[in-house]
């Protein structure tokens, strides 16, 4: 017999977990400050997922990822929660991933975030990039930019997301939240004709394509402060990405657009804190004519020299950086700290150092 799957999210949402995984041949597992954990209840077959699964789908849904095997949508529950759900199949089986979001919008304040960021959201036009890995809470710096916006600016923000997650309530700010597949048919489709909707800041969910990323660097340079969010895990990387992208013949155009129209990068990553919880570690890169130089000469490699560098009044800060701080104030393990960190034997250095 099938669990019933909205007591089963209820059960979630009370353990304080960020996630759900159903997998056939496996109880349910939720994710814990960022470590999964099983659940005490029976081996789930895939007939039990199906039907646990489909008890929370409209006709359209079932017929949509009958036909794709991939489903992405977002769910609320009276009285339980608001969730990002997956469907997927695996050997032949449906499988479901739920991603727990908090109905309640978190302040800059509520997350402890550097004083640099209620700086870079007065800035009237521009590509701020929020980047990490899955589950590094890039979505809830996001959504806490954007009130922070809403509680003190008179803007019209229109978000771009697959699906849709944090919804903000108009305070001085106006959201059009918009959702593609169900109002609009792709990323780059809704930026094109966001263009005419009057925004004054455009999130975009995930800049998944040329054109996508395109038509971001367009409205940035146009007038328009837009945000955005890649899997990168620094911000050199994450320029490269972009570059990337682009065919040989193209890139030093885009370079020159990056180089005028990046305000900034935050690449961040949750750790496992002392004591329980998580801690995010933003590396924060915010581009000054030092870096748009090197951007637009096509030495990325040497960003990170200049992010060394400029701490204090510039608000930059490297991931080593704030490592070590962490470390100082024992707020995370030794272990932890070399274990998520992208320059390891860096790190082990300084660490030895002091």
């Known amino acids: 017999m099938a669990i019933d799957i909205k007591k089963l999210l209820q059960s979630v949402v009370s353990h304080g977990a960020s996630d759900l ?3 056939s041949r496996s109880e349910p597992q939720i994710r814990i400050d960022g470590t999964l954990k099983p659940v005490n209840l029976p081996v789930l077959t895939g007939e039990d997922i199906e039907e646990m699964t489909y008890a929370l789908l409209t006709e359209k849904q079932k017929k949509s990822f009958e036909e794709h095997l991939e489903l992405d949508f977002a769910l609320m529950l009276p009285g339980i929660g ?14 479901a991933a739920f991603r727990i979001i908090p ?3 978190p302040s800059l304040d509520d997350l402890s975030a550097p004083e640099i960021y209620k700086k870079l959201i007065k800035r ?6 929020v980047t990490g890995p899955t589950g590094s809470g890039k979505s809830t710096t996001l959504s806490a930019l954007l009130n922070e916006i809403n509680e003190n600016e008179h803007k019209h923000i229109v978000t771009i997301e697959d699906p849709v997650e944090f919804i903000h309530q108009n305070k001085k700010s106006v959201f059009s939240h918009r959702e593609t597949g169900r109002d609009t048919k792709s990323f780059s489709t809704a930026l094109k004709y966001a263009m005419r909707q009057d925004p004054d800041i455009i999130l975009i ?17 146009t007038g328009h402060l837009v945000f955005g969010t890649l899997h990168t895990n620094s911000a050199p990387g994450t320029i490269n990405r972009i570059i990337d992208v682009f065919s040989g013949e193209e890139q030093g155009q885009i370079r020159t657009m990056i180089s005028t129209s990046l305000v900034a990068v935050v690449s961040q990553v949750l750790l496992p804190k002392n004591g329980g919880g998580r801690v995010a570690v933003p590396e924060i890169m915010v581009t000054n004519h030092a870096i748009a130089n090197l951007i637009r000469e096509d030495k990325v490699h040497q960003i990170y020299s200049q992010m060394q560098l400029g701490q204090g009044v510039s608000g930059m800060q490297t991931q080593g950086q704030v490592l070590l701080k962490l470390l100082k104030n024992g707020s ?19 660490i030895n150092f002091r």
């Open 103 to 105: 109905t309640e919008i």
């Open 124 to 129: 009237e036009k521009g590509l701020i990039l």
């Open 205 to 221: 969910g995930e800049m998944r394509d040329k054109e996508t990323i395109e038509a971001a660097l367009t409205a940035a340079e």
């Open 332 to 350: 995370i393990t030794k272990e932890h700290a070399l274990q998520y960190s992208n320059k390891p034997d860096e790190l082990k250095k300084n």
């Open 21 to 23: 995984h159903l997998v």
């Open 82 to 95: 608001r969730f990002r759900a997956n469907y997927y199949r695996t050997l032949g089986e449906i499988a």
